[in-house]
């Protein structure tokens, strides 16, 4: 017999408090034919009520990974290991029955919004009343003025709820799926490159709206994304991911404008920014390491200008630079030089062979 | 949408009539002079002139063919050269046996073979439920219909003795509506439709996981499991998009599905459209033939139309072409 | 261009449409799954089966002990009706005092020649409607598709009743009828093939570059279309081998030959079929041996060529 909530009035988005998460020592990996593919190499933070954290990093990081893992959506064969503390519970040791309840009441998915996300052969309105009547004891209609007031919040006309996914457009089907994640008023969302389909005015938009939202109902969030420029714009915390571990943890404002792990002064440079003209873009040459057998030292080493010796053989831990800023590199003392340095294109080109650029030569 | 139903009516309209045209000829030719019968009887010369006129087999062919398309028209389609009465007054309690036994034979082919192949469908990949599952369709599937029909006969009535396995049932009963609704009846229904229906199956079973695996994978399945529904809603969603392939198999696999039907009748000495179809063209009682074979392409024709106005209905995505 | 300059690029490409046909171009994707199909078990084991049907049928009518058609007499001199299995005769004697495994040999023969016969023109009509109908598009198109679609809304069993009686039943008469009737789908399955290669961008960079289009047909698009015809083709044995069967069970079979559906149906109109368990289970044994080993080898190759199906 599932746990059903008392039924709410239309009104109560906002009203259930924001969750406290804790993740610790977050393992995922898979079993592939030549040993174990480690997605995730043991990750923990911390997402206080009310706080919107991004996980940033680039394709294959395992971001994405550490939101399903929180979600338990990831398949069957997916080895899990650790602990995902949602105020307090374990979600990783839930049952199956208190894990359906707890999913869309407590924990909501906000997915990218790709064509097939939403199921094409129901209405959209249908799919939210799915979510609402799947936890609560209401009628169909009420559960039908819930998303109506739903679709009023991320600004969608409400006939719309008739409508197939299919004819929606790729910003509104984004901010659909938003609406559909607030439907239990949930008090973490996990964003999954909820902008990365759109185009960059839609971008905005959806961006704008998320923040709005974020202002008015406080939800813990967990934003994932690629793009640095999405964190900087909604984030309060920055995570940055390389190779399936958290290399620079801290305030958003505080890791972009400061950052101490060379990844993190690489993957500023990546992005263009409208207000520095002189700002050349400068991309990391490599690719990620093998995941299957991770190397032993610093996993950014095979691409770090700044490693040595002691970075190939020993991994670095997480060690505190600041205040709520923690940093994965052995040499957190020369972290002003590693900035001015890293703003150089050449420190960037002698990455790509394993050959030490001799100073002073081009 | 009204254009295209339109549009759809009159190529069905248009299909039946290729199918009465073709038969018009294929019936000619024929290898039976049906007087032949008679004649034997010691039948007078202009007696027999009139019967070929009134049976229609006089005149040139452009006569015939007219005159065939105006009894056609008016759902004349002569007499019988057995039985003695009109064809259609032959075939028309023989259209609601035979509806007996294909309505709920394949309805019931369809439900069963559908919920299986959702949970085979769903069964983990490489599980005994799988394995079983594409096995035992895969093998029933070449089980031909007759096979099958022998074999229910052989153990249900035969050796079992449960069930009845001749005709519709017991002889004598009223010639009414009523004898439907006997117990007897029921009893001989049961064997025909049961065996419809497991030859039904397997084509339904593995459409429906087929569909079911390839959707398993999509992105909003894991978008419904989040939303903490339960299992077999998620495995709903999968099956529901499925359906539209299936419904697109499903009327037309009706047509070959009379296959089935004709030889269970025959089997179960039934007395539907099939079996009659099969007996006419033996005895060369060429209008009853016609006739069976009209109300045989006019159902399939149906089937189809359906199909594609069903088939608009279900899916969402699809335009009016 | 010259003409000179024309003749040599004629030349040039019927050298390659030469060659395309010599080398394994057209037929390696078949080769390619031949080699994949032999690791699933179930597949393997349905050509197995298949490959031992395939000896009887070539050899059987050596090793039957008797003549599937004469009438035999037991020791006591009466004829040898409905006799049970005995070392005499292994699968015992049908209600006409007929040996039951003579025929049944035999029988595999009558179902192979109907089988392959009905595949290979239902795939050659099939291949070269859908090729034409595909390709040219347009008017071909439509008059194609819209015999197809006539005849696909005619009833198979149906119509083959009435085709058969009126050609007469001969065995050869039945595989004209079947090929008849399944080169339908065929012929639309190859058509959709033909119009996805042919939006494919070497097949319209080969027509700007001028090639003709008898060459495009044959060295891009056949070769794509093959592995479907193919699996068409072991469908259709398949569809062929239970047609006939059909047919023969309603009586409608050739009275010259011996064929499963034959014996099926006399055993079944001498109201044996209940109790002489002899003469029945053999040919239906092995019509369902047959025909489901056609369809699990053509599933698997389906599924070889379709990697959506595939395990993971």
């Known amino acids: 017999m599932q746990s059903r909530e008392a039924p709410s009035s239309p009104t109560l988005i906002g009203r259930k408090p924001p969750v406290h998460l804790q993740v610790e020592d977050l393992r995922v990996q898979y079993r592939v034919a030549k040993g174990y593919l480690i997605a995730v190499d043991r990750i923990s933070f911390e997402v206080s009520p009310g706080q919107t954290i991004g996980l940033v990093g680039e394709s294959g990081c395992g971001k994405s990974t550490v939101g399903k893992a929180i979600l338990r959506l990831l398949p069957e064969d997916a080895i899990v290991r650790g602990k995902v503390l949602l105020d307090g519970d374990d979600v990783l040791k839930m049952s199956d029955r208190e894990l359906r309840s707890i999913r869309w009441t407590k924990l909501a998915l906000v997915t990218q919004s790709a064509m097939n996300s939403l199921d094409p052969v129901y209405r959209i309105g249908d799919q939210i009343v799915e979510s609402i009547v799947a936890h609560e004891d209401i009628a169909k209609a009420q559960a039908w003025a819930r998303a109506e007031e739903l679709f009023e919040l991320v600004g969608i006309s409400t006939e719309r709820l008739r409508d197939y996914p299919h004819q929606f457009s790729g910003g509104m089907r984004q901010r659909a799926v938003i609406a559909m994640a607030l439907s239990l008023n949930a008090g973490l969302l996990v964003a999954d490159e909820p902008t990365t389909a759109l185009d960059s005015i839609m971008q905005d938009q959806v961006l704008s709206r998320i923040r709005e939202l974020q202002d008015a109902f406080h939800r813990s969030m967990i934003l994932v994304t690629h793009d640095i420029g999405v964190v900087a714009e909604t984030c309060q915390t920055v995570a940055v991911m390389y190779a399936g571990s958290i290399i620079e943890i801290g305030p958003t404002a505080v890791v972009l404008a400061e950052p101490f792990h060379p990844y993190t002064m690489g993957l500023r440079n990546a992005f263009p920014r409208i207000d520095d003209e002189r700002h050349e873009l400068i991309s990391i040459p490599g690719t990620l390491p093998n995941l299957i057998n991770p190397p032993q030292g610093c996993r950014f080493a095979g691409r770090c200008p700044f490693k040595t010796e002691h970075c190939e053989h020993v991994a670095p831990p997480l060690i505190q630079v600041g205040e709520g800023h923690r940093s994965a590199c052995h040499y957190p003392e020369r972290v002003v030089e590693f900035r001015a340095r890293a703003q150089e294109r050449q420190t960037w080109n002698g990455t790509q062979a394993d050959i030490p650029t001799p100073v002073g030569a081009l | ?321 | 261009m010259t003409v000179s300059a024309a003749k040599s690029t004629k030349a040039r490409e019927a050298l390659a449409l030469w060659s395309a046909t010599k080398r394994k171009t057209i037929f390696a994707p078949l080769l390619d799954t031949f080699d994949l199909l032999v690791r699933d078990r179930f597949a393997l084991a349905g050509m197995i089966i298949i490959g031992l049907f395939l000896l009887v049928a070539l050899f059987g009518h050596m090793i039957a002990p008797y003549d599937p058609t004469q009438t035999l007499r037991s020791p006591d001199g009466g004829l040898a009706r409905l006799q049970p299995p005995s070392m005499r005769h292994w699968l015992g004697t049908t209600a006409y005092a007929k040996d039951v495994l003579s025929q049944l040999l035999v029988g595999t023969r009558v179902a192979f020649i109907v089988g392959i016969s009905a595949a290979l023109v239902v795939g050659f009509i099939s291949t070269l409607l859908g090729l034409l109908s595909g390709y040219y598009g347009r008017y071909v198109d439509d008059i194609i598709m819209r015999f197809t679609d006539f005849a696909m809304s005619i009833p198979t069993l149906p119509i083959a009743i009435v085709a058969v009686a009126i050609l007469g039943s001969s065995l050869r008469n039945i595989i004209i009828v079947i090929a008849l009737l399944f080169w339908r789908n065929g012929a639309r399955i190859v058509r959709s093939v033909v119009l996805t290669e042919k939006e494919k961008v070497y097949v319209q960079a080969a027509r700007a570059a001028g090639a003709s289009h008898t060459y495009i047909m044959v060295t891009h698009i056949l070769p794509n279309v093959i592995p479907v015809a193919f699996l068409w083709m072991t469908m259709s044995t398949a569809f062929a081998i239970l047609a006939e069967a059909s047919l023969s069970f309603l009586g409608l079979g050739d009275p010259n030959t011996t064929s499963w559906g034959q014996m099926l149906n006399i055993a079944f109109t001498t109201g044996s079929s209940r109790t002489a368990w002899w003469w029945v289970i053999p040919p239906s044994l092995c019509l369902v041996l047959l025909i489901s080993s056609i369809y699990v080898v053509g599933r698997a190759y389906e599924e070889k060529t379709n990697p959506k199906l595939r395990k993971a």
């Not at chain 2, 229910?152 to 004598?172: E, H």
């Not at chain 2, 429906?208 to 419904?224: A, F, K, P, Q, T």
Request: glycine share 8%; net charge neutral.
């Open chain 2, 1 to 321: 949408m009204r254009a295209y139903i339109a549009r759809r009516l009159l190529q069905a309209v248009a299909v039946v009539f290729g199918v009465i045209t073709l038969m018009f000829f294929m019936f000619r030719l024929m290898p039976a002079d049906p007087t032949t019968m008679l004649v034997e009887q010691g039948l007078s010369d202009e007696a027999r002139q009139a019967l070929l006129e009134q049976w229609g087999l006089t005149g040139s062919m452009a006569e015939q063919y007219w005159r065939y398309l105006v009894n056609m028209a008016t759902g004349n389609f002569g007499s019988s050269f057995f039985y003695q009465k009109p064809a259609w007054d032959v075939l028309l309690p023989m259209i609601i046996n035979t509806a007996w036994i294909a309505v709920p034979g394949m309805l019931l082919g369809a439900l069963v073979g559908c919920a299986l192949g959702i949970r085979v469908g769903w069964a983990r990949r490489g599980s005994a439920t799988e394995r079983a599952g594409i096995f035992l369709a895969t093998i029933i599937r070449g089980v031909p219909s007759f096979v099958l029909g022998i074999f229910m006969l052989a153990i249900f009535s035969t050796w079992l003795r449960w069930l009845p396995g001749f005709g519709m049932g017991q002889l004598g009963l009223t010639d009414d509506f009523g004898r439907y609704f006997t117990s007897s009846f029921f009893l001989h229904l049961v064997l025909p439709v049961a065996t419809l229906a497991i030859f039904f199956i397997p084509e339904n079973l593995l459409l429906m996981r087929s569909g079911v695996v390839e959707n398993r994978g999509e992105d909003y399945i894991e978008l419904v499991r989040a939303k903490g529904v339960s299992e077999s809603r998620v495995a709903w969603h999968a099956a529901r998009n499925s359906m539209l392939p299936v419904i697109t198999w499903l009327f037309p696999a009706l047509a070959e599905t009379v296959a089935g039907i004709i030889v269970i009748e025959v089997v179960f000495s039934w007395p539907g459209v099939g079996r009659e179809l099969v007996l006419a063209v033996g005895r060369q009682d060429y209008p009853v033939a016609q006739a069976a074979f009209f109300v045989l392409a006019v159902m399939i024709v149906l089937a189809n139309l359906l199909a594609d106005l069903v088939y608009v209905k279900l899916d969402p995505r699809v335009t009016y072409t």
